[in-house]
């Protein structure tokens, strides 16, 4: 069979198995606004293909029931599924074991989980969180909370003019005071790449523990937490063809267990008394409650199919039509891109000399195209950039070539109609 996508321009019209893979997501077939619809809002949430609604509906329709403590064959069914789909995580990003593998909503939960359980147990006033400037609001309010409440500082490490992670005074940054450095992956609204192999090196260097911000990664190039070196990484199942509502802290064994509980509740106990209670060991520790079983399965559906896509090929075809994008916007009349031009993540942002990028969007949703408009929760490099928002399009697999020639289309006509 041949490469089922194609990363060079235009390539994708004579590819019969990119649009098989377009077949499988039933959601990109309709008009908006009297125009197809163009998807490029992937790094907000990402479609679903009929392999994870087909697990979720398959779910329901035959093993609904409770996890972990019935004595009945639904709920042993249920379990197993659940369970399975902890082991597939593992694998997906090649944890050593599925005890790393916590269960959590998202990114968000994933953090605010080690902000306050690990963050709330060992930082001590004098302390120092390092985070970079380029962090999505999830990667910020969290440790800005367990800093108020610890004592423990913020430190940021700059950018460059070109939205790049600005290294070079790394070692005046990165000091023994650091407990902990936590960083985006990939900058989901700059698209930059950061060196994450580097950055987890460094921090281990002093003794400080690394938390990956894989949200934007996750679901686009092949993680490795063994070959990244961290302690702590999270990502979201909606952005990588999964149901919202479910996502993934991985965490090193040897880290996770000295982390405490977070929230308390069922399933998470060995033994309660009136007064005080156990706690299980490390995943089931931080899953207090009924988790999201459904979720879970339908992560697991989402990871068989993605790596069906063929992992390695949705980096590159994301990343080629991120740079055609990047690339072809900044010849059109009246718009500048954002960020480095290569190697960058599946997404643009990009803003106009003179329309607003809220109106622009706007514009661009008339003609059936759905691109993101706003702070992309980042508050604080937007305005030290100077910036109000931005136009963002990001893209998965499932995206053409020619749909990235509609949006230059539009665009163009945008400054026209605006001029
Ligand atoms: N970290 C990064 C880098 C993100 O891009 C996002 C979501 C999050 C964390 C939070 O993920 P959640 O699933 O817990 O909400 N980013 C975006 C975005 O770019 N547009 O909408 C959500």
Redesign the pocket.
């Known amino acids: 069979m041949s490469d089922p996508i194609h990363n060079t321009a235009h390539a994708d019209s004579h590819a019969p198995s990119l649009k098989m893979l377009r077949s499988d997501f039933p959601i990109l077939h309709q008009t908006v606004n009297g125009a197809p619809l163009i998807y490029f809002d992937n790094?907000?949430t990402t479609q679903k293909p009929r392999a994870v609604l087909d697990a979720l509906l398959h779910y329901y329709e035959n093993d609904n029931a409770n996890v972990h403590r019935g004595l009945h064959t639904l709920s042993n069914r249920a379990t197993a599924s659940f369970e399975h789909a902890r082991a597939r995580v593992a694998q997906f990003v090649n944890a050593t074991s599925p005890e790393e593998i916590v269960f959590t909503r998202?990114?968000?939960e994933a953090i605010n989980l080690v902000a306050h359980a690990w963050g709330g147990a060992f930082f001590k006033s004098g302390d120092v969180i390092l985070l970079t400037e380029m962090e999505?609001h999830?990667?910020l309010v969290p440790w800005q909370l367990i800093a108020q409440k610890t004592g423990a500082q913020l430190r940021f490490i700059p950018l460059t003019e070109d939205g790049l992670l600005d290294l070079s005074n790394l070692e005046s940054l990165l000091t023994p005071e650091v407990k902990l450095l936590a960083f985006?992956h990939i900058s989901?609204f700059l698209g930059t790449i950061n060196p994450a192999v580097e950055l987890c090196r460094r921090a281990r260097a002093v003794g400080a523990v690394s938390f990956v911000?894989a949200?934007?990664s996750a679901g686009h190039l092949r993680l490795d937490v063994q070959a990244l070196g961290c302690d702590f990484l999270a990502f979201?199942g909606?952005?990588m063809c999964a149901p919202t509502g479910i996502?993934v802290l991985y965490g090193r064994a040897a880290v996770l267990e000295q982390m405490p509980p977070w929230q308390g509740g069922g399933e998470m106990i060995l033994s309660v008394r009136y007064d005080s209670a156990t706690y299980k060991q490390a995943p089931a520790r931080f899953e207090a409650g009924t988790p999201n079983i459904a979720g879970a399965i339908g992560l697991a559906a989402a990871m068989d199919y993605l790596e069906t896509v063929g992992r390695e090929e949705i980096q590159a075809h994301d990343e080629a039509l991120a740079l055609y994008a990047y690339e072809q916007i900044a010849q059109i009349d009246g718009y500048r891109v954002l960020g480095p031009r290569s190697p960058r993540g599946g997404l643009v942002s990009f803003v106009h000399e003179s329309v607003h990028p809220h109106d622009l969007t706007s514009y661009c949703d008339q003609k059936g195209l759905a691109l993101?408009g706003g702070h992309?929760?980042n508050q604080p490099l937007m305005r030290k950039m100077g910036l109000p928002s931005t136009s963002r399009a990001s893209f998965y697999f499932y995206n053409t070539h020619s749909e990235v020639d509609q949006m230059l289309a539009i665009l163009a006509q945008a400054h026209q109609f605006f001029a």
Do not use: L
Request: charged residues 15%; proline residues 0%; hydrophobic residues 15%.
């Open positions: 790094a907000a998202g990114t968000t999505h999830s990667n985006t989901n911000d949200a934007q979201s909606h952005k996502g993101r992309h929760c």
